[in-house]
């Protein structure tokens, strides 16, 4: 009974590419919906937020789109680097409860 | 501090005995979560504690588990008869208020091995 789902572990972009993470949730109740960025042996680091009302957030490189039609939100960074290699998660929250997270997504950015 | 600490970073223990986890927050942090990765997993919700509320414990996932906040500030996370399914990243959170918009800080978590 996954409630936030990251269908793709892993996915390969070129630098200067646009890289897609996408993210499947099924409580239509989520309202806030977070991308997390998580490098080895560290925590995760917060990256960008959008709420249920919204249905896109930039923010310099990265920008979030939420569907909620389709229950449905994306990160696309871009052009991507390098340094963005790392595991990305997708994370929601229905009103002020704790975060539920996705598995991750696993992003290379080949030079 | 400037971030969140946790302790150790690393932690190997047998099959039964007890271990502690040690979270330090950032100062004035009202909330403190506690979170677990399992090898290709996602992040699991274990415990939440937010200001003087009763803390929200629905995601222990056995009676082994406990965690307890001193003083608003400090959390330890302790797992009894630890099992080899405990072998996890035990990560530690904490935010201001529900962190819902500038999202939780993150320690580096400990490493916690059952042999």
């Known amino acids: 009974d996954q409630q936030v789902k990251q269908n793709s572990p892993s996915l390969s972009v070129q630098e200067g590419r646009i890289s897609i993470l996408n993210c499947d949730y099924t409580n239509s109740m989520f309202d806030y919906f977070l991308w997390y960025k998580k490098y080895p042996a560290e925590g995760p680091t917060f990256l960008i937020s959008?709420?249920?009302?919204?249905d896109k957030n930039e923010d310099g490189r990265f920008t979030v789109f939420l569907n909620k039609s389709a229950k449905h939100l994306s990160l696309h960074i871009v052009p991507s680097q390098p340094g963005d290699s790392a595991v990305y998660f997708c994370a929601a929250s229905e009103g002020n409860t704790p975060l539920v997270f996705g598995k991750g997504t696993r992003l290379s950015v080949i030079a | 501090g400037a971030g969140v600490s946790q302790s150790p970073s690393n932690k190997v223990t047998e099959k039964g005995k007890d271990v502690e986890l040690r979270c330090d927050p950032i100062?004035?942090?009202?909330?403190l979560y506690w979170y677990r990765q399992s090898l290709g997993q996602g992040l699991e919700f274990l415990i939440y504690f937010q200001g003087n509320s009763a803390p929200d414990k629905s995601g222990l996932p056995s009676d082994r588990f406990s965690a307890e906040r001193t003083g608003g500030s400090v959390s330890t996370l302790t797992i009894q008869r630890t099992q080899q399914e405990d072998s996890a990243v035990y990560l530690c959170?904490?935010?201001?208020?529900?962190?819902?918009?500038?999202?939780?800080?993150f320690g580096s978590g400990t490493r916690l091995t059952v042999v």
């Open positions: 959008i709420s249920s009302i919204k």
């Open positions: 959170a904490s935010s201001l208020g529900t962190g819902i918009e500038g999202g939780y800080t």
């Open positions: 100062s004035g942090h009202t909330a």
